[in-house]
């Protein structure tokens, strides 16, 4: 960040716009600078304006806090933290604007202003106003970047990348800071540390350590509570669970079978039904389809008939065609001859109308002709009235303002006359006044020539002091330049000695190289490397080929004896298969038999046969022989063996589906097994031919000089080829490494010879550089000592010229040399007065001369005023008559109407009347082309209507000869051959009944051979409703399967999401463990619940980054002291060593006056380095006294001061000290004026 310009007005005492431009001379070549003025002039006030500007806020209303109130012009009450009580007292506004380059490098402009309602002095204060623009190269506004006190102080953050109190510490070391830290015990330099330094961040992060290694503790505790209260069943339940879902599961299985077979079964009677009905409807329909045709009967003998009309069919429709044309004709005809003689009527009465329309324009053509006259005249005079009348009026104005002119001369003679003799009065009190400075009249001319030689006296001695230290050290510096010189010529006789053997050692291996061929044993190597490399890829295909060739021989075995097995299996599958579809016909029998034993023993059957007997016949049956009706246990006997059979046989199929299932299981596990057997196999024959396929490529590059070989005889020729290049490469490869580490050691060397060649090259330079500084340490000493004996005679000349201009004004030589400040203040008041009298009295005579011309002026004026009052009365008169006249010659032209109105109306009937006219002539032509092509269309109509009727009678002749040969009558030919309809729609229907009564033939065959398929395919003896009821049972089976295998699974489901949930909770233990660690770690290190640990760490860390920069600006001051922070580890105590007594170790507050002021000034740079180091401000300023510095040790500061311009920034001093500024060319001075104001001037050499 750099400062360009600070600007303001009415704050606080500097009530006048002021301007510190520090990129124009002389600010911009001063590198130090120092603000003068009086206690209370205002000096700090600039410093509060920069601020103010920027950050909106100052150091005073900081730190003053806003506890205390101060009243206000307004009445209102201010806080001592807001920043408007800088506005000056009695002014109703002021500001404060400062120019910077920002980080970005761009130039901006941030200003503040200060307010009072309705730009009253006593006025309420209005609210601060931000704004920030963006500047150009010359300092001209071309953006508008922010408004607002928050978005302006928002965007100076991110410009500068400072906030307040990071500028304060960086740019201003204020008033009472200044040795802040060196005066304050630990506790207070650690809350110092904290406040310049921002070091408080690391108490944060200690507490924040703390709180999260508590944290982490507390994460791990509820994770492990949470893990305790998830639910997870024991392995042996869950085992068990498992087994019973398995169980389930297969038992599931059985009973779908079941039910898909029983369903099939009820589909295919199903199906049956479903056909049979299909095949009763088709055979309705194809009787329907019959009795449709034989109603059509009588139409198909009507076709019959119709046939014999055919042949007179085009004869007919050709005389009916030409029939019909005539009549067309004829009705055209007729019609066009009416159309002819409507547009003939048309034709008469519009020639009619239009020879009334030519009348009446030609009646509107001689009343224009009539009026033109009268128009022109009319015309003529309206213009000339309407050039008179602003003419008119414009008189009557000229005498009116005249009158008023006249009024005003009036007044401003007599307000002259009285400033007139006012003017008198005070020209001779000031002629009084200046009597007084006769003796030195001259003094305001030779003022500024006697300020410019007095500084440039000051000037010259201070060249003069700084020449003959720069003397000295010049003579040293060259004594120096000689003893190194020496010392590199010998380092370069060294190198010289080790570059010729390195050459000498590099010719002998290269030409070792040379004999021994480098590139062609290279060459042979690699080529000897390529041959191995193929070879050997050769003898790994070939062992790969016999390898996979095995493998596909044992594969193709096992396949076969596979296939053998599943070919034995599907046999044995066959017949269970078969077995089991005739063990389930015996069990549908046994069923039938057991439904119909149960019925023996029913309740309602022992009633039955209770109530037999004998001899009669049963009431069921009709039967007269009972055989079980007296032996209940007989028939017990029967109903336990049937149902011992019965379930006899459900265990056989039982067993029997399970060998079904277990044989399929092995067949489906063999057939795969086949299948990845076949891929394997196919895999290893791709590979084979690849191998083989490489294996020739490969051979015909690289066995050259070997006949070719298939790959499965290859191994032993390529193993013995393989020996033999292995031997060869073994000798190449010797031969090869030995050339390699000639080469190298021959780069070895190179190189070697590269650095000695460096080194002596950084020899040279560096003999010449040091020859050339010495020659110019040489011609900058002759010129030096050139310029101390010039300054020293330009010194006495000034003196000579000096001496007798300050002994007439009361000052003595002592003076000019000790007092240089009051004597140029004497001077400058006495020149002041003197100039400010010359100008007063100038001033007067100047407004007395003024105002004798203003007189005669005015008195001239009121002459002439009056003679143009008359004459424009006069030209008013004569203007006014010529325009009544005129006006009354044109009422007695045409009236009081107007002209132009009047002409419009005609002319618009004129040319109504003529676009009438035309219309009616082109309607006329239009009506004469229509007749004639009326006319002619109506002839080419009555020549066709003669061929058309010629046509007709002709047709009509050949017409009747036919009838009369087919002997027919005319009216039944006409009749038949015109009812096409009816012929055609009779045509259609009976199609349609023939194909109707094929296609419904076709469906009966088709449903029929349905009947007959589906039939072939029932099993003999099924019942529906013991199918519908062995399917209901087996379905209410399958659903509370389905219901347990649910109910098991959700509870492993239920299981697995909590083993899940507890495997989680182990990771996020797992983690929030580590995590723990690490904050107890890290908590151990710098945690701690007040943030005292971390806090002090890097408090001490800070003092000692600090005491480096202090020790660095304290070695500009004096050599004596070094500054060193105390042994404790987290102690922040300083200790001075003292060089000049062996080294001790004193106190800060031992220091005197003098060395405190040194140390710290050192440690206040320091901080404001430390602070600023990524945002560097181009100047700094220092609000503090150096009274306390002896001569010697105040020239020590300000060198040092001076010094910091090399490292970028521009220092100013603000000191009451007047050595001081003596020694300080540019000055900012800040002068009191009477009344509490100030003004700021900028001083310094050009």
Known sequence: MRILAIRGANLASLADPFVLDFEAQPLLSSGLFAITGETGAGKSTLLDALCLALFDKFPRVVSAGGGEGAPDASGETLTSGDPRIILRRGASAGYAEVDFVARDGQRYRARCDLLRARGNAAGRLQNRLRSLWRLDAVGSSLQTIETGIEPVNRRIIELTDLTFDQFRRTALLSQGDFDAFLRADARERAELLEKITGVEIYAKLSQRVFEEAREAQARVQVLENKRAEVGVLAEEARAETLREVAKTLELRQQCEGSYLETQNSLRQLDLFDQAQRRLILAQQAQEE???????????????????????????????????????????????????????????????????????????????????????????????????????????????????????????????????????????????????????????????????????????LLTENQETLAQIHLLQEQIAGYESDREQLEVSQGHALAQRDQFLHEIHNYERILDEKGVDVAEERFRESLEKISKVNTLLELAAQFLETTKQKKTIEELRTKLEIQSTGIFEKLTKLKERQERQVLEDMEARRLGDLAEAMNAPETMRLRASLRPDCACPVCGSHEHVFAHEESAAQQLVAALRAKREAMLQVIT?????????????????????????????????????????????????????????????????????????????????????????????????????????????????????????????????????????????????????????????????????????????????????????????????????????????????ELSQDLSLAEQLCKEKENALQVLKEQRFAVFSDEDVAINRREIEADQRAAKEKCDLFRIQLNELDKNIALIDMQYMESLNKLVTARKQQHDLGSNLRSSLIKSDLEESLVRRILEDDEEFLHIQDLVAAAKEALAMTESTRMARYNDVQDIQKLLAPGLSRDLLLERSEGLKQQIDACSVRVGALRQLIETDDLA????????????????????????????????????????????????IVLANQRLMYFTSRYVLEKSSEVDGLGIHVIDRDLGDERRSTRSLSGGERFLVSLALALALAGLEGRDSFIDTLFIDEGFGSLDGATLDIAIDALENLQGQGRRVGVISHVEALQQRIATKICVERRGGGRSVVRVEGML
């Not at 014999?308 to 009916?320: G, M, S, T, V």
């Not at 580490?741 to 040091?770: M, P, W, Y």
């Not at 002994?807 to 007092?819: K, M, P, R, T, V």
């Not at 107890?1080 to 980054?1105: C, P, V, W, Y």
């Open 655 to 863: 067993q029997t589906g399970a060998d079904v299932i277990t044989l399929s299981a092995e067949e489906s596990a063999l057939r795969a097994e086949c299948l990845a057997l076949q891929r394997q196999e196919d895999d290893l024959s791709t590979k084979i031919t690849n191998s083989q396929r490489d294996f020739q490529n490969i051979f015909r590059s690289a066995c050259v000089g070997l006949a070719p070989i298939e790959i499965d005889q290859s191994l032993a020729p390529l193993k013995i080829l393989q020996d033999g290049f292995l031997k060869t490469h073994a000798q190449l490869e010797q031969n090869f490494k030995s050339v390699k580490d000639f080469l190298r050691l021959r780069d070895k060397l190179r190189g070697s010879l590269d650095s000695v060649n460096l080194t002596l090259a950084q020899i040279q330079e560096a003999c010449a550089h040091l020859s050339e500084k010495k020659n110019l340490g040489r011609v900058e000493e002759s010129r030096l000592s050139q310029l101390f004996s010039s300054n020293k005679d330009r010194v006495a000349e000034l003196d000579l010229y000096l001496t007798p201009i300050l002994q007439a004004c009361g000052l003595s030589e002592q003076e000019i040399q000790h007092e240089p400040m009051r004597v140029r203040q004497v001077l400058k008041n006495k020149a002041g007065r003197l100039l400010a009298l010359r100008h007063a009295s100038d001033a007067c005579d100047r407004e007395l001369f003024s105002l004798d011309l203003e007189i005669s002026h005015h008195e001239a004026q009121k002459i």
């Open 289 to 459: 389809a019959r009795r449709g045709l034989e109603v059509l009967e009588p139409k198909i003998a009507y076709l019959e008939k119709r046939q014999r009309f055919e042949p007179l069919r085009l004869i007919y429709l050709k005389a009916k065609e030409a029939e019909d044309l005539t009549l067309k004709l004829e009705e055209q005809a007729e019609a066009l001859k009416v159309q002819l003689g409507a547009a003939q009527e048309s034709h008469s009465k519009l020639a009619e109308e239009e020879a009334t329309a030519q009348q009446h324009f030609a009646e509107i053509n001689i009343k224009h002709q009539r009026f033109s006259p009268l128009w022109l005249e009319a015309s003529r005079l309206d213009v000339a009235i309407k050039t008179l009348t602003p003419g008119a009026l414009e008189a009557r104005g000229a005498i009116n303002n005249r009158i008023k002119k006249l009024e005003e001369n009036r007044c401003a003679l007599a307000q002259s006359a009285q400033r007139r003799l006012d003017l008198f009065s005070e020209r001779s009190k000031l002629t009084e006044e200046l009597a007084a400075f006769v003796d030195i009249s001259q003094l305001c001319e030779q003022l500024e020539e006697i300020e410019r030689r007095l500084d440039a006296r000051q000037t």
């Open 1059 to 1106: 083993r899940t949930r507890v495997c989680d909770i182990n990771k996020d233990i797992s983690l929030a463990a580590t995590k723990r660690q690490i904050w107890d770690e890290i908590n151990e290190a710098i945690g701690s619940k007040s943030g005292d640990k971390f806090r002090r760490f890097a408090q001490s860390m800070t003092l000692e980054h600090l």
